[in-house]
């Protein structure tokens, strides 16, 4: 998958996943997007984006199903990683969410500081509708972003929702035209990057880095346990 990266003058990174398809992911995505956050000196804010259509179907199926266990492991691993380096990025993140946001899609918006949802589009975390238990840092995501009274409503039987229903739910914060999300996203960025630095760093810090430590802490035996019955 190619990863687009467009820095304005307004000092705001855009990084684009595009595979021409559904953006479906695998672990070269997650290393570029770490990679592309820790190089990004120049950027005063960062938004995420997907192609036209769609940020990202989830999880690569195919590639989960030629690499077995160990592949699904390793995947999962830098999939947590990755969100939680986008989640304690101290810059402001902002997702432009160009379409469908399902499951893997869902948790990349909820670890930006703010989404954008494209009308039309998809959200949920629907992997319980797939047989597949949700990791816990996708639970962390959902207690920092969910309603509390939607939390267990939602995330139990993996309801999917569309996009103006995730963004009353908690899943993003604000709806656009599908047309319109990518400029909607940047100018929330440019909005953010305004805002002191330091304070911002400090105060998102405050927020999210112990929990996102817990998450880290335990990534690798809460992976080790959730795959433990695929063949290795």
């Not at 304070?199 to 810090?205: D, P």
Request: net charge negative; hydrophobic share 50%; aromatic share 4%.
């Amino acid at each position: 998958m190619d990863i687009g990266t467009d820095l304005d003058d307004a000092g705001v990174l855009t990084l684009t996943l595009d595979d021409g398809n559904k953006n479906a992911l695998v672990p070269e995505v997650f290393e570029g997007l770490i990679e592309a956050l820790d190089e990004a000196a120049d950027a005063r804010a960062i938004v995420l984006a997907g192609r036209e259509g769609i940020l990202t179907a989830g999880l690569d199926v195919k590639w989960m199903a030629a690499n077995g266990g160990a592949g699904v492991e390793r995947l999962l691993v830098l999939f947590g990683r990755c969100l939680m380096r986008l989640w304690t990025e101290p810059r402001p993140t902002v997702c432009a969410a160009t379409g469908h946001a399902i499951a893997a899609g869902t948790m990349f918006a909820m670890a930006c500081d703010h989404a954008v949802a494209a009308g039309g589009g998809w959200w949920g975390l629907t992997e319980t509708q797939i047989d597949f238990e949700l990791p816990e840092f996708g639970i962390a995501l959902a207690r920092h972003n969910l309603r509390g009274d939607r939390l267990e409503d939602l995330v139990l039987p993996g309801r999917r929702i569309d996009a103006a229903a995730a963004v009353e739910a908690g899943f993003a914060d604000e709806l656009a035209p599908a047309d319109d999300v990518v400029t909607v996203a940047r100018s929330r960025a440019a909005e953010l990057a305004q805002l002191p630095p330091r304070a911002y760093a400090g105060t998102k810090r405050r927020l999210r880095q112990a929990d996102a430590d817990a998450v880290l802490a335990g990534l690798d035996a809460d992976i080790v346990a959730l795959t433990a019955h695929l063949p290795h």
